[in-house]
């Protein structure tokens, strides 16, 4: 037994001296240069901040925009995803085109050709044709009835109290009620034009409507804009006094 526990006691000292000690952080010999320590990858980190603010420059996809410039000039603008389309005004032809997004040090910047728009905020600046124009300022009044010209709206009027519009294509009207919250739709059988007053009549499904356009100067009961043409819908036993203009 004496044998047996002094062996323990042997083997329990000598794996005590096996055991690492704990001397703390390891100095470099004095007169030696320390080891060089990898420099912060910044590169990524840029890269990021530059992509947040080209995110942030570029304009809200799918929306539509009116820049009016110096000159009468007006601009109408749809941005989508890295790109965007421009109607230029009939005064310049009325070209239609798509720019791409290019990376600007400020704003968003899109090109196609000689074309070139650029945009911060509320201001642009527009290259098109052989002509620059700059500090056009978007203005949003201006974009339900670019944006009906865009979807193949002929003539668009609106009238107060109660809200309502009315937008006239080609083969069909449709009429917008209780705030935008409903919208009918009907095929007509087309203008008919006698003494400055058009009118059209359309019906489906039981219900009728007339919409009759005056070619006078009207004003708008509200806001006192002033437009080209006087309009009276007769809907759902209702009668509708607004006014509009053809595009």
């Known amino acids: 037994m004496r044998i047996a526990g002094a062996a323990l006691a042997g083997l329990t000292l000598a794996?005590?001296?096996?055991?690492?000690?704990?001397?703390?952080?390891?100095?470099?010999?004095?007169?030696?240069?320390?080891?060089?320590q990898p420099a912060p990858n910044t590169e990524l980190g840029e890269a990021s901040d530059a992509a947040a603010r080209?995110?942030?420059?570029?304009?809200?996809?799918?929306?539509?925009?009116?820049?009016?410039?110096?000159?009468?000039?007006?601009?109408?603008?749809?941005?989508?995803?890295?790109?965007?389309?421009?109607?230029?005004?009939?005064s310049l032809g009325g070209t239609y085109q798509v720019l791409s997004i290019e990376r600007s040090g400020s704003g968003a910047r899109y090109v196609e050709g000689d074309t070139v728009f650029w945009n911060k905020g509320d201001l642009a600046t527009i290259e098109i044709a052989g002509q620059r124009f700059a500090d056009c300022?978007?203005?949003?009044?201006?974009?339900?009835?670019?944006?009906?010209?865009?979807?193949?709206?002929?003539?668009?009027?609106?009238?107060?109290?109660?809200?309502?519009?009315?937008?006239?294509?080609?083969?069909?009207?449709?009429?917008?009620?209780?705030?935008?919250?409903?919208?009918?739709?009907?095929?007509?059988?087309?203008?008919?034009?006698?003494?400055?007053?058009?009118t059209y009549r359309a019906a489906a499904d039981?219900?009728?409507?007339?919409?009759?356009?005056?070619?006078?100067?009207?004003?708008?009961?509200?806001?006192?804009e002033g437009f080209e043409a006087a309009a009276t819908v007769s809907f759902e036993n209702r009668t509708l006094r607004g006014c509009g203009r053809f595009l």
Not at 164 to 180: P, Q
Request: contains cysteine; proline residues 7%.
């Open 15 to 36: 794996l005590a001296a096996c055991e690492p000690r704990d001397e703390g952080p390891v100095r470099a010999p004095a007169g030696a240069e320390a080891a060089p």
């Open 206 to 224: 039981g219900r009728e409507a007339i919409v009759v356009i005056d070619r006078r100067a009207c004003a708008d009961s509200m806001s006192g």
């Open 54 to 90: 080209e995110a942030a420059a570029e304009p809200e996809i799918g929306r539509t925009f009116v820049f009016d410039c110096d000159g009468g000039y007006s601009f109408t603008v749809r941005f989508g995803p890295g790109e965007m389309a421009l109607w230029a005004p009939e």
């Open 137 to 198: 300022r978007s203005t949003p009044s201006k974009v339900p009835w670019a944006d009906a010209k865009r979807r193949g709206v002929t003539f668009r009027a609106l009238g107060n109290e109660p809200s309502w519009y009315v937008e006239i294509f080609v083969d069909r009207l449709a009429i917008v009620t209780e705030l935008g919250a409903k919208r009918t739709e009907l095929a007509h059988g087309g203008a008919v034009v006698e003494a400055g007053r058009t």
